[in-house]
């Protein structure tokens, strides 16, 4: 797993992320289950690397070893996914312009955990906090709170309410209930974040409406 470091700051320059526990090796790099840890070594537009670079010993290549690479398996595998992320660094970030409402319950961290970064048996835990902290490093704007006015709303930007990832029934329904009047706004699930940023591309939020999952 990758553990966070959150000390590390804004000016990543020769800042790579390690993985130590990839699933499988491959001819062109490891692959590894997404979690936090690499969603937010994306985010960061780190380059994730195998543990192996470190038997190189230093001085570190300053171009690595593609067969060194981490390779996050989401919906789909997109090879090119952590070189677009490690490539967009100091450019417009993904999420640029969208506007993201989060709605209801999310995933819960133990309290023990919140202050020392993610342990692998928590990895696969997205809190409200983890959510906002992916979507923030991609540039979005992020409110926790239904606005009190409308036109904070507005559709200059992306804007859409976003639900736990993997919801269930009574999750869009609590949704709907707090939509209301903006039902213009689509309502959608974070997997649409964490398939985004897995290949950093934006994906169609239109595949992740209630109606969408339920034509699958």
Same mark, same amino acid.
């Given at each position: 797993?990758?553990?966070?470091?959150?000390?590390?700051?804004?000016?990543?320059?020769?800042?790579?992320?390690?993985?130590?526990?990839?699933?499988?090796? *491959? +001819?062109?790099?490891? !692959?590894?289950?997404?979690?936090?840890?690499? /969603?937010?070594?994306?985010?960061?537009? @780190? $380059?994730?690397?195998?543990?192996?670079?470190?038997?190189?010993?230093?001085?570190?290549?300053?171009?690595?070893?593609?067969?060194?690479?981490?390779?996050?398996?989401?919906?789909?595998?997109?090879?090119?996914?952590?070189?677009?992320?490690?490539?967009? *660094? +100091?450019?417009?970030? !993904?999420?640029?312009?969208?506007?993201?409402? /989060?709605?209801?319950?999310?995933?819960? @961290? $133990?309290?023990?955990?919140?202050?020392?970064?993610?342990?692998?048996?928590?990895?696969?835990?997205?809190?409200?906090?983890?959510?906002?902290?992916?979507?923030?490093?991609?540039?979005?704007?992020?409110?926790?709170?239904?606005?009190?006015?409308?036109?904070?709303?507005?559709?200059?930007?992306?804007?859409?309410?976003?639900?736990?990832?993997?919801?269930?029934?009574?999750?869009?329904?609590?949704?709907?209930?707090?939509?209301?009047?903006?039902?213009?706004?689509?309502?959608?699930?974070?997997?649409?974040?964490?398939?985004?940023?897995?290949?950093?591309?934006?994906?169609?939020?239109?595949?992740?409406?209630?109606?969408?999952?339920?034509?699958?």
């Amino acid at each position: 797993a990758i553990e966070i470091a959150e000390s590390v700051e804004d000016d990543t320059h020769d800042v790579v992320a390690l993985c130590g526990n990839a699933e499988m090796e *491959t +001819g062109d790099g490891w !692959l590894i289950g997404l979690t936090y840890g690499y /969603l937010w070594a994306m985010a960061r537009g @780190l $380059p994730i690397l195998h543990v192996s670079y470190l038997y190189e010993g230093p001085p570190y290549p300053k171009k690595h070893d593609l067969k060194q690479r981490v390779i996050g398996i989401g919906s789909s595998v997109d090879w090119m996914g952590p070189q677009r992320a490690v490539e967009a *660094t +100091g450019k417009q970030k !993904l999420l640029h312009g969208y506007k993201l409402i /989060l709605l209801g319950k999310f995933d819960k @961290l $133990p309290q023990s955990s919140r202050s020392r970064g993610a342990s692998s048996d928590l990895q696969s835990v997205y809190s409200k906090t983890r959510i906002h902290t992916l979507l923030s490093l991609c540039g979005a704007t992020v409110l926790e709170t239904m606005p009190m006015e409308s036109n904070q709303l507005s559709t200059s930007t992306q804007v859409a309410f976003l639900i736990r990832p993997n919801p269930k029934s009574v999750d869009w329904r609590a949704a709907r209930k707090v939509v209301g009047d903006c039902s213009s706004i689509p309502v959608i699930s974070a997997d649409w974040l964490l398939d985004s940023l897995s290949d950093y591309r934006c994906k169609d939020w239109n595949n992740y409406t209630q109606a969408s999952r339920h034509a699958l």
